[in-house]
């Protein structure tokens, strides 16, 4: 997020029980927890749809089926006291193990090596309390389908 240059990313909804997938991510400067669904900058010469199987092949070791395009959104957003500008575009998608619903926390590895946690949260019952969902506008996207 040092240059001045728009990030294109894809993240993929995953649901499941009235749930979606999100990664837990912290701002060191803000002192606040947020979420995140799965996903990553896109390569050049790479679609969006290939950057969902690749993140999640990567950090996951998951296979991702049933890909959908639900809309793109762009995020001008503050980290670590850095202003960040992305094109995000958004799918709904499905694990084709099935067997990773059933898990309360699931572990990952970004590509940098660095662990993380993905939780799945009630987009709606947990709006008021849970810390912020990202990008801005992902929530009313989804509550819109």
Same mark, same amino acid.
């Given at each position: 997020?040092?240059?001045?240059?728009?990030?294109?990313?894809?993240?993929? =909804?995953? #649901?499941? /029980?009235? @749930?979606?997938? =999100?990664?837990?991510?912290?701002?060191?400067?803000? @002192? *606040?927890?947020?979420? #995140?669904?799965?996903?990553?900058?896109?390569?050049?010469?790479?679609?969006s749809a290939?950057?969902?199987? #690749?993140?999640?092949?990567? %950090? $996951?070791?998951?296979?991702?089926?049933? $890909? #959908?395009?639900?809309?793109?959104?762009?995020?001008?957003?503050?980290?670590?006291? *850095?202003?960040?500008?992305?094109?995000?575009?958004?799918?709904?998608?499905?694990?084709?193990?099935?067997?990773?619903? /059933?898990? &309360? =926390?699931? %572990?990952?590895? %970004? /590509?940098?090596?660095?662990?993380? @946690?993905?939780?799945?949260?009630?987009?709606?019952?947990d709006a008021a309390?849970?810390?912020? $969902?990202? &990008?801005?506008?992902?929530?009313?996207?989804?509550?819109? $389908?």
């Amino acid at each position: 997020m040092t240059s001045n240059k728009i990030r294109p990313i894809a993240i993929c =909804v995953f #649901r499941h /029980d009235g @749930r979606i997938l =999100v990664a837990e991510g912290y701002d060191p400067i803000k @002192r *606040q927890t947020f979420y #995140r669904p799965l996903g990553g900058a896109i390569e050049f010469g790479e679609y969006s749809a290939a950057t969902i199987e #690749r993140e999640l092949a990567e %950090e $996951l070791g998951a296979a991702v089926v049933d $890909l #959908r395009y639900l809309g793109a959104i762009e995020n001008v957003f503050t980290f670590g006291g *850095q202003t960040g500008h992305e094109i995000v575009m958004v799918y709904d998608g499905a694990f084709a193990d099935r067997s990773l619903y /059933d898990l &309360p =926390v699931i %572990e990952g590895t %970004e /590509d940098d090596g660095i662990a993380f @946690r993905a939780v799945w949260v009630h987009i709606e019952t947990d709006a008021a309390t849970a810390p912020p $969902l990202y &990008p801005t506008g992902l929530r009313e996207m989804l509550c819109e $389908l």
